[in-house]
């Protein structure tokens, strides 16, 4: 069951695969200290634990990996928000939070709505079929470099090295294989140094909020904010591909999508619920403890399956079905949609995800009637984060 969990096929369409998991094994020990959570209450009782269930942070990578500092794509990841714990993240998670509340999200359609324009040009000019992978899912790409004062010229090179850096740190411990890893970490970083950072009196918005913070270092500046960029374009660009498949499995929801603003809502939380952007989580266990009556050793890695807690009949009905309505019933909660985190450690930039994902899935509405795949859709076979590569995809327009 595992080999084919994380073969390259298991890791494109693992959703079989975690039915199974669920059923028979909702805390499952892999190892001797590395366990696959994969039941919602299971996933649920770790995330709201960060005190018993920790982040893997520089702490525990020093008991357990004391050479971490060598490696120019660990240095950077453990300097990160992604891996510390409380009280050492609060400045930064702080600042973060406040940037990308609600209310200032809001303040920033108008931008995102700019890039979404451009974003589905390409399905309304000239003929024949659309790449969206290469258009419609860098929309967040373009939002980002803008909050970041990255030149949409850059879009690419920096897609690449951050490709390169995620694609050997995904699971935990990374892979020891970070030759090319560190490469890429060198160009984000003197790209973000020299780019971003060397603007006295002219950054763009997201640095000036994180830079005007004295407890922040300029090392873990330029680590928050190469974390920042990947997690705002990776996994809202992945939200937007498996959107776009239910919308050409669907052709009756793109008109509906339209004018329905309550419609759109749930049809994006839903997207996040059937085909999560991240599939796992990582924590480490504080001390011994025990989850669903399965012994934990201290220090025992735990990975919460965000991909397989969405699919859970316990929790949501007929889960292996795509209802893009599922959300309008009296008796269902988005906020049971797990798939951004829970607690202390939810993403901090979700609602900049939700609002790129509804104002993205409303232009390409107000533009296309249907869209039909014309080939199999690529997808990374990764097991963390599974951005589709090319999704092409013909179109009838408005």
């Given at each position: 069951m595992l080999l084919r969990l994380f073969s390259p096929d298991g890791r494109i369409a693992p959703y079989d695969h975690?039915?199974?998991?669920?059923?028979?094994?909702?805390?499952?020990?892999?190892?001797r200290q590395r366990l696959l959570?994969?039941?919602?209450?299971?996933?649920?009782?770790?995330?709201?634990?960060?005190?018993?269930?920790?982040?893997?942070?520089?702490?525990y990578a020093d008991r357990l990996?004391?050479?971490?500092?060598?490696?120019?794509?660990?240095?950077l990841l453990y300097?990160?928000?992604?891996?510390?714990?409380?009280?050492?993240?609060?400045?930064?998670?702080?600042?973060?939070?406040?940037?990308?509340?609600?209310?200032?999200?809001?303040?920033?359609?108008?931008?995102?709505?700019?890039?979404?324009?451009a974003g589905t040009m390409p399905f309304i000019q000239g003929d024949g079929a659309v790449d969206a992978a290469r258009s419609f899912t860098t929309i967040p790409d373009s939002v980002m470099g803008e909050l970041l004062g990255l030149p949409r010229s850059d879009a690419d090179r920096v897609a690449g090295w951050l490709d390169r850096f995620l694609e050997r740190n995904e699971m935990h411990p990374p892979d020891k294989a970070l030759v090319d890893a560190d490469e890429a970490t060198s160009h984000l970083v003197h790209h973000i140094t020299h780019t971003v950072l060397a603007r006295p009196g002219s950054e763009a918005p997201l640095v000036r909020s994180l830079r005007g913070h004295s407890q922040i270092d300029e090392r873990d500046l330029v680590s928050n904010l190469v974390f920042l960029l990947g997690a705002?374009?990776?996994?809202?660009?992945?939200?937007?591909?498996?959107g776009t498949r239910q919308l050409a499995a669907h052709n009756d929801l793109l008109p509906r999508l339209r004018d329905d603003d309550a419609l759109l809502r749930s049809f994006v939380q839903e997207t996040l619920r059937y085909d999560p952007p991240i599939q796992y989580g990582v924590?480490?266990?504080?001390?011994?403890t025990e989850l669903a009556g399965v012994p934990i050793a201290r220090d025992s890695v735990v990975l919460v399956c965000f991909g397989a807690l969405g699919r859970d009949p316990g929790r949501f009905g007929d889960p292996d079905t795509f209802v893009a309505d599922r959300f309008?019933?009296?008796?269902?909660?988005?906020?049971?949609?797990?798939?951004?985190?829970?607690?202390?450690?939810?993403?901090?930039?979700?609602?900049?995800?939700?609002?790129?994902?509804?104002?993205?899935?409303?232009?390409?509405?107000?533009?296309?009637?249907a869209i039909r795949e014309v080939e199999q859709p690529r997808r990374q076979a990764r097991a963390v984060v599974r951005r589709y590569t090319r999704l092409v995809v013909d179109v009838t327009r408005r």
């Open positions: 975690y039915r199974e998991l669920i059923e028979h094994w909702p805390v499952l020990p892999i190892t959570v994969t039941g919602y209450r299971e996933c649920a009782d770790v995330l709201l634990n960060p005190r018993l269930f920790r982040v893997p942070d520089h702490h990996w004391p050479t971490w500092r060598t490696f120019g794509s660990t240095d300097r990160s928000l992604l891996f510390r714990n409380a009280p050492d993240n609060q400045p930064a998670r702080r600042l973060i939070a406040r940037f990308f509340a609600p209310d200032q999200v809001e303040r920033m359609r108008p931008m995102i709505t700019r890039h979404a324009d705002g374009t990776v996994t809202t660009g992945s939200l937007l591909g498996s924590r480490v266990a504080a001390e011994d309008l019933a009296p008796d269902s909660e988005p906020r049971d949609v797990l798939s951004f985190g829970l607690g202390a450690h939810r993403c901090a930039g979700s609602e900049l995800a939700l609002v790129t994902g509804e104002v993205a899935f409303r232009r390409l509405a107000s533009r296309v009637d």
